[in-house]
């Protein structure tokens, strides 16, 4: 899993530390739980979450540097897809969640 400097020791701890133990990972779960659905470009995932664009945007931007999530096509508009690695840690951040007692939705 690409960690791009992000400095943690392994995918777990950066999962936990993305979902788990930030301010925002329960943001970053619905996101995540959103484009689990399908892609989606950040206006639309505002909106279906109810939430500001600029904070969609930085969540995103944390979730495609920790490669996550990848995206396609020009700034505007740009479609984000659940990377392979998110897809096949899906399971494992439920644990997470579960453990943490964060509600995965």
Known sequence: MPERGLGFRDKDHLLW????????GE????IVELLAKGPAN????????????RTV???LELLV???????EG???????YLSKDMLES???VKEMVK?????WR
């Open 74 to 80: 020009p700034r505007y508009g740009q479609l984000y």
């Open 27 to 30: 943001m970053r779960l619905r």
């Open 65 to 71: 540097e920790s490669g996550l999530v990848i995206t």
């Open 42 to 53: 950040a206006n639309q995932i505002a909106e279906a979450l109810g939430v500001n664009y």
């Open 90 to 92: 899906l399971g494992r």
């Open 17 to 24: 530390w993305l979902f788990i133990g930030s301010r925002g």
């Open 57 to 59: 945007r930085h969540h």
């Open 99 to 103: 453990e943490g007692s964060l509600r």
